[in-house]
């Protein structure tokens, strides 16, 4: 029985050894993650100016294609524009003028109205309440030195706005 009793002991400590050796380094797993995190920490991001500067090409874009009838453009630029405010809360969900863009669902959704109709009138109209939301944004998180206005040229010159 003794025999019995220590072979089982060796086959036990075996094991133990065994799965030891196996078992995945906790520490050095915590340090990989640690330095992943970091990582995507010192990557690059987009400053918030940065997000608002495209939003205002999109923007000046959208007026010309909605105003020319092109209205597949006109869908792609509100769009693009409600992609770049998703990507804004994503990114600076800790800003004062993130929690704010909610302001401009409703009035984005109003804008696609107008493209999905195919409507210039309801288009101008509902263009002009997105512009004064943005500059009523502005001055809610005291940016009212940055004015938006309906676009007078296109804002790149290679690009045809007409369908």
Aim: hydrophobic share 40%.
């Amino acid at each position: 029985m003794e025999d019995r009793y220590k072979s089982f002991m060796a086959i036990v400590i075996i094991g133990l050894f065994s799965s030891c050796a196996s078992a995945p380094d906790v520490d050095g797993l915590n340090e990989k993650i640690e330095t992943l995190q970091q990582q995507v920490a010192d990557s690059y991001k987009p400053g918030f100016g940065e997000f608002m500067a495209s939003v205002h090409v999109h923007h000046e874009k959208l007026w010309f294609a909605g105003t020319n009838a092109n209205w597949p453009l006109a869908d792609f630029e509100i769009h693009e524009i409600e992609e770049i405010l998703d990507d804004l809360k994503q990114l600076h969900p800790e800003r004062k003028e993130t929690e704010l863009l909610g302001m401009l669902d409703p009035v984005l959704d109003s804008v696609e109205t107008a493209i999905e109709k195919q409507d210039t009138a309801m288009f101008r109209a509902n263009y002009m309440l997105l512009t004064n939301t943005c500059n009523s944004c502005h001055v809610a998180t005291e940016h009212g030195f940055v004015v938006i206005k309906t676009p007078d040229t296109p804002p790149f010159s290679g690009q045809v706005f007409l369908p």
